[in-house]
């Protein structure tokens, strides 16, 4: 159940950061070319709480390069916020579960 509803709030957070990303970019049609920076300003201090790992924003871009370079390579069937939550539970999941069990 933790797992489905982190996942879930997960999910909700990639899209939410990616709407506000575009509303904020709006003049340039959501193009910024230092956007892992921007997300990552973002997500930080949100996205700990729900991976029950400190993440520093600089970790948390890096992260981003990676996996947005792994998403546009594989050609998944799967929107971006949902294939981000996989590699992101699958980076820090051990950490999430722990945290829940405790």
């Known amino acids: 159940m933790y797992a489905a509803s982190n996942a879930a709030r997960l999910a909700r957070l990639f899209r939410d950061v990616g709407a506000a990303h575009h509303q904020a970019f709006a003049a340039t049609n959501g193009e910024d070319s230092e956007w892992p920076a921007w997300y990552a300003a973002y997500l930080t201090p949100r996205l700990g709480d729900l ?52």
């Open 51 to 102: 991976v029950a790992a400190q993440l520093s924003p600089d970790r948390v871009a890096a992260d981003l390069v990676i996996v947005d370079r792994e998403y546009r390579d594989a050609g998944s069937p799967l929107a971006w916020p949902e294939y981000y939550v996989e590699w992101f539970l699958r980076k820090y999941g051990r950490a999430a579960g722990r945290a829940a069990a405790q």
